[in-house]
DNA sequence: TAAATTTCAGATAAAACAATCCGATTAAAA
DNA sequence: TTTTAATCGGATTGTTTTATCTGAAATTTA
């Protein structure tokens, strides 16, 4: 099966987009999460421990305790939350496997792959959460 | 750990680009191929059994037997083993994993990375191995 | 302080993927 | 016909990813 993000990488992003869209709620609970996005509920919060402490989102414990994002969403990129989780290999590793596959002895489509690995790292660079919001919701909202 | 294609999937790459590379010396043995892209012989094998059910390479049982291209290496191309091994679902699924994103409730990048899944697509299609050959045996002998 | 509710942390289980093993079958050559 | 050398096919093992379980720690409210 061919995959481009692991799970946890996607329940990840998704996790960062619903907090987004919640963020004049104050913070939002696992449950809320897990129950909306339809994600198992333990593994998410695995997840959103780890986004915690790569600094994304900020945790607070205890009763009424919950998620919520540990910076404005303009600041937040979607790379970040990928490097957080699965790193950044993929834009980095060639893509049919071969293990020295560099500029000097590319593999037959290291160019043309390069330059597409390029546009998906700077699409997911340079777009911030904030932008994503109001689509988000509505996204959301079709759950 | 973020992945574009399975090993299997890299292994049968590597294989095909191979044997249209070495196409003009007739069959070419697993073990041959196992030692110069240091793969492991058993899985490739596999491999290259399943890519013969598909179609897209030729095998010779016994004394000197071994695999070739079942076509010739201007029809096959990079899309055809990434069908047969991975299947299509990665330019047809959500990056988010978002399971009801579609163009109708997309999800907030759908548009965005579904430009670079059309181009991904075409690449891996338009392309054919004949275009690779030269760039292969450049490639494998620096393996 | 006690009760309620939440995250945190570690262990474990289940599933998917990657790799290996081994004997059977096939085919060419001596 | 026997030997040799290759693929084929099924079972098995190992590793990583995904998911679950359980109890501890933290925080708010009564």
Known sequence: MTVIFSKKCEY??????????HQTEGVTRVDDIAATLKVPKEFVS?????????????????KFGGFALAKDPSVIRLIDVVAAIDGLEMFDSCVLG????????????????????????????EET???????????????
Chains 1, 2 share one sequence.
């Open 12 to 21: 990840g992003m998704q996790a960062v987009l619903y907090l987004a869209a």
């Open 46 to 62: 695995k997840i959103l421990q780890s986004l915690t402490a790569s600094g994304i989102v900020a945790s607070k414990k205890g």
């Open 98 to 125: 071969f293990p020295n596959c560099t500029p000097d002895t590319p593999c037959p489509v290291h160019d043309t792959w390069g330059e597409l690995r390029t546009l998906a790292y700077n699409m997911l660079t």
């Open 129 to 143: 959460l904030d932008k994503f919001k109001q689509k988000t919701i509505n996204k959301i909202k079709t759950i």
